[in-house]
């Protein structure tokens, strides 16, 4: 059995038209993992590190972050997830975002973002993303091999 389907999908993205097609996507790439999906920042954050169903109390997730959000920056999210005291740190996040500038790239990079993938999706090169995401969803259920002594 694949203990990757435990993995949680949360979708920040205000855009509904831009949701549906992500998560049409998803689908398309044979993920089924549950997608929650929140149209704001601060909802989402909320949900990450305080939901009692949430990744920070109830385990793995994989984050689809838009960068333009109506509350505050995906970068701002972004900060918050790869903390040093975030227990969220490991959560692979993948930025989906309109703007293709470098900088604003290397930034989401140096900050921790997993992938960086510019919307419009192309279907193909987002289902590329997700397979080798898939590669994350399958190890991330696996134990620090330190613990073992």
């Keep these: 059995m694949n203990d990757y389907k435990s993995v949680s999908i949360v979708m920040i993205e205000d855009d509904e038209g831009h949701a549906r097609l992500i998560e049409k996507n998803i689908r398309r790439a044979g993920i089924s993992n549950e997608i929650t999906h929140f149209l704001d920042g601060t909802t989402a954050l909320d949900y990450l590190f305080n939901a009692a169903d949430g990744p920070a109390k109830n385990g793995p997730a994989l ?14 999210i972004l900060v918050k997830i790869k903390a040093e005291d975030s227990p969220l740190k490991r959560t692979p996040v993948v930025v989906l975002t ?21 919307k419009p999706v192309n279907y193909e090169s987002f289902a590329v993303a997700i397979r080798q995401l898939g590669l994350f969803l399958s190890v991330i259920q696996v134990p620090d091999l330190e613990d073992n002594g």
């Design 98 to 118: 309109t703007t293709d500038d470098k900088v604003e790239i290397q930034r989401c990079y140096d900050l921790g973002c997993n992938v960086y993938i510019t």
């Design 63 to 76: 984050v689809l972050l838009d960068l333009n959000l109506p509350d505050m920056s995906g970068t701002d």
